[in-house]
């Protein structure tokens, strides 16, 4: 079977999901220039992957699937597509 595992990013903010028992956390420093780029030095520089897609990726290659990592929505055909999800970045998931 092939396998889309996403993991979509905050737009404008920095979202780490697998934090705060999985529920995530999201941090905006406010919206002056100096905030900006504190929130633009956090969202690229601080990234933690979503483990709990680390673990299905290897399970899945271990049992023979054809599994694939996005950021956004893929183009082509999959058979199953799993999107790890938050409570603080659902916006961005329904998009």
Same mark, same amino acid.
């Given at each position: 079977?092939?396998?889309? $595992? %996403?993991?979509?990013?905050?737009? /404008?903010?920095?979202?780490?999901? #697998? &934090?705060?028992?999985?529920?995530?956390?999201?941090? #905006?420093?406010? *919206?002056? $220039?100096?905030? &900006? %780029?504190?929130? @633009? %030095? @956090?969202?690229?520089?601080?990234?933690? =992957?979503?483990?709990? $897609?680390?673990?299905?990726?290897?399970?899945? /290659? &271990?049992?023979?699937?054809?599994?694939?990592?996005?950021? *956004?929505? =893929? @183009?082509?055909?999959?058979?199953?597509? %799993?999107?790890?999800?938050?409570?603080? #970045?659902? @916006?961005?998931? $329904?998009?």
């Amino acid at each position: 079977m092939r396998f889309a $595992l %996403i993991e979509t990013r905050g737009e /404008k903010i920095a979202v780490n999901k #697998d &934090q705060a028992g999985s529920f995530g956390t999201a941090t #905006d420093t406010g *919206k002056g $220039l100096f905030s &900006q %780029i504190l929130n @633009k %030095i @956090k969202r690229n520089g601080v990234r933690t =992957p979503v483990m709990s $897609l680390a673990y299905m990726h290897s399970i899945l /290659k &271990q049992e023979g699937h054809d599994v694939e990592f996005f950021e *956004k929505i =893929p @183009k082509g055909e999959f058979d199953i597509i %799993i999107i790890a999800s938050s409570i603080v #970045d659902y @916006k961005n998931e $329904l998009k």
